[in-house]
């Protein structure tokens, strides 16, 4: 990860003035001359340990919040998976402690065997309409309609009305494996 010192000295300043604090007030409560912080904040002055060690002190602030960060990209990049007639996106970077996919259930009459693992899993439908068996209930879903469940409970899913369904599928652990690996 690479960093940008260039953002010390305006950080400096925006925490200082976020406090309503002079330059004086600052450089008092932490020992360091005034004219020492207007030049580190200008960036005339290089930041060291000695000088930055006080400052985020008095400030209530850690040193690497002055410090910018190189942004990592955002998109995800993952391959799509493709199980049982699923074509199933993730949405979320690997490892994610919150698994995100785009499911879309193929035109089909059959409901799959109802499954049961531990946790909780939430949907919304995209497109189309989605059949739901939990436990008793048999349940039809339309585009915009959204389901919460415990996920011991036994459940499956296909679409229903002879078109394709899209999904929006959130679940922990047990469901993504569940719902995205072949046994």
Do not use: C
């Amino acid at each position: 990860m690479t960093t940008d010192l260039g953002q010390v000295g305006p950080r400096l300043r925006a925490a200082r003035q976020s406090r309503g604090w002079t330059l004086d007030d600052l450089a008092t409560r932490a020992g360091v001359s005034a004219s020492t912080l207007s030049r580190l904040e200008s960036g005339k002055r290089q930041a060291n340990l000695e000088l930055l060690v006080p400052l985020t002190r008095q400030l209530g602030i850690r040193i690497d919040d002055l410090i910018a960060h190189e942004t990592p990209d955002p998109r995800v990049r993952r391959p799509v998976v493709h199980r049982d007639g699923l074509v199933i996106a993730p949405l979320a970077p690997e490892g994610s402690p919150i698994h995100t996919y785009k499911i879309t259930y193929p035109a089909s009459v059959d409901l799959p065997e109802p499954r049961v693992h531990d946790g909780y899993e939430w949907l919304y439908v995209l497109a189309g309409k989605l059949r739901l068996r939990l436990g008793e209930q048999d349940l039809i879903l339309t585009r915009g309609e959204a389901a919460e469940f415990d996920t011991r409970t036994p459940h499956a899913m296909s679409a229903a009305g002879g078109k394709p369904a899209q999904v929006l599928s959130i679940f922990n652990d047990d469901g993504a494996r569940m719902h995205t690996h072949t046994a």
